[in-house]
């Protein structure tokens, strides 16, 4: 039975080098060594990719000037967390803290006088004043919940890697299902990694997409007929 050795990489090969790193040196003293990836850096990586790619806001742009704002003017409210993409599970605990002091970063950039008018600035007052941001705020961290649990299952000090397979294989399907109909979803494994969710056939009507309870609280707050909830919930998908 051969070894198996994880890399905290997307792809091993890139950092740990075929032909003259790590794993040219354990290929050379047992060639039953197996090189994996690390899943909990691809989960990182697809959550980072997704949130990345919403096209109406930029969320992580938004929590990195509200830190670097608040540091030049010496505001210490409950403290606000500066975001680092390299960080695991860090984009989560960021958007729950400006959700949690909402309301006075809200005051904060838009109702108090302040001797500026910089272009920052007034980037995060707009994104304040439009009450989608906060919608989007509220998706990710409904989304990132689940997308963080896998790697925060694997981080733990006692061995799991045997249950590696079973754990992403659950946590697949428990993130499709939010927006893949249930009666799609095939509990045969091999049918499961060959679906085409991609497909709109497959996929729930935007009603019924899994967004989180407290958006669909939040919504009743703006038009829900407002083309921007259209390109919200594509975004979403």
Not at 40 to 45: D, P, Q, R, S
Not at 85 to 110: G, H, M
Not at 136 to 149: I, P, W
Request: proline share 2%; aromatic share 12%.
């Amino acid at each position: 039975m051969g070894n198996c050795v994880g890399f905290s990489c997307d792809n091993a090969s890139t950092i740990s080098g075929v032909s003259k790193g790590v794993i040219s040196f354990l290929s050379k003293a047992n060639d039953n060594v197996h090189v994996q990836g690390c899943a909990c850096h691809l989960v990182h990586l697809a959550a980072q990719k997704g949130c990345g790619g919403l096209e109406n806001v930029n969320v992580q742009q938004f929590l990195i000037n509200i830190y670097f704002y608040l540091q030049v003017f010496r505001e210490k409210p409950h403290k606000i967390f500066k975001y680092f993409s390299a960080t695991w599970l860090s984009l989560l605990r960021c958007i729950d803290r400006v959700l949690e002091q909402w309301n006075p970063l809200k005051t904060y950039f838009c109702e108090m006088d302040h001797c500026t008018t910089g272009s920052k600035f007034q980037k995060v007052k707009e994104r304040f004043e439009n009450p989608y941001t906060k919608l989007y705020l509220l998706f990710l961290s409904s989304v990132l919940t689940l997308l963080n649990s896998p790697n925060a299952f694997h981080q733990q000090e006692t061995p799991v890697i045997h249950q590696l397979h079973s754990n992403l294989n659950s946590f697949f399907v428990d993130f499709i299902v939010q927006f893949v109909k249930a009666s799609s979803v095939s509990q045969s494994e091999k049918d499961l990694l060959q679906m085409k969710f991609a497909s709109v056939n497959l996929q729930k009507i935007d009603t019924e997409l899994v967004i989180g309870a407290k958006n669909r609280t939040y919504m009743r707050e703006v038009n829900e007929n407002d083309m921007r909830l259209k390109m919200f919930y594509a975004d979403a998908r």
